[in-house]
């Protein structure tokens, strides 16, 4: 048996697992503070519970990475302190951040999450690693699908110039 056979949690990582996941790790943890601080900004009620949803899965994310990052004796990077909450109404009117600006950059953050995801899946040798990283896809992908969701019946969703067959208006 070679080195890369038998049990996954005892082949090493390579170079690119090893990068992929550490950033991953050090941009969802400065994904997660800026859903905290978005959660101060935030008036609508659904778009609060799916920026909560969002910190939560996150969270979880970032103590899986953690785990397999320490288990193979790789440095983490840094946490962003958790930002004070603070009451909407306190927050000037010019320096909120409006609700519909808010589930856009979450509609983003989570469709470069799935980027990420695929990429490292895409370069993963190890199983493990590959598995983790599609559960994460998969809660994205679900998450996306309600920030979507709401995205169109809120209103808030601008879509680009909507193509119509040229022979649908003609007879």
């Not at 946490?79 to 856009?104: N, V």
């Not at 370069?123 to 998969?138: C, L, N, P, T, Y």
Request: charged share 20%.
């Amino acid at each position: 048996m070679g080195i890369l056979s038998g049990n996954p949690q005892e082949e090493p990582l390579h170079y690119g697992e090893v990068f992929g996941t550490w950033n991953y790790l050090l941009t969802a943890k400065s994904t997660v503070a800026g859903y905290q601080m978005q959660l101060n900004h935030a008036g609508d009620d659904d778009l609060k519970k799916l920026l909560k949803d969002s910190i939560e899965v996150g969270q979880e994310e970032i103590k899986q990475v953690e785990k397999l990052l320490k288990e193979n004796g790789i440095g983490l990077p840094p946490t962003p302190p958790e930002p004070p909450t603070a009451c909407l109404d306190d927050i000037p009117t010019g320096a909120r951040m409006p609700d519909p600006a808010i589930a856009a950059g979450l509609s983003v953050n989570i469709a470069a999450g799935l980027v990420a995801c695929s990429a490292i899946m895409g370069q993963s040798i190890r199983e493990d690693v590959a598995a983790m990283f599609g559960q994460f896809h998969m809660q994205k992908a679900q998450l996306g699908a309600k920030v979507l969701k709401l995205n169109k019946e809120k209103g808030w969703l601008i879509p680009p110039p909507l193509h119509k067959n040229k022979n649908e208006h003609c007879e």
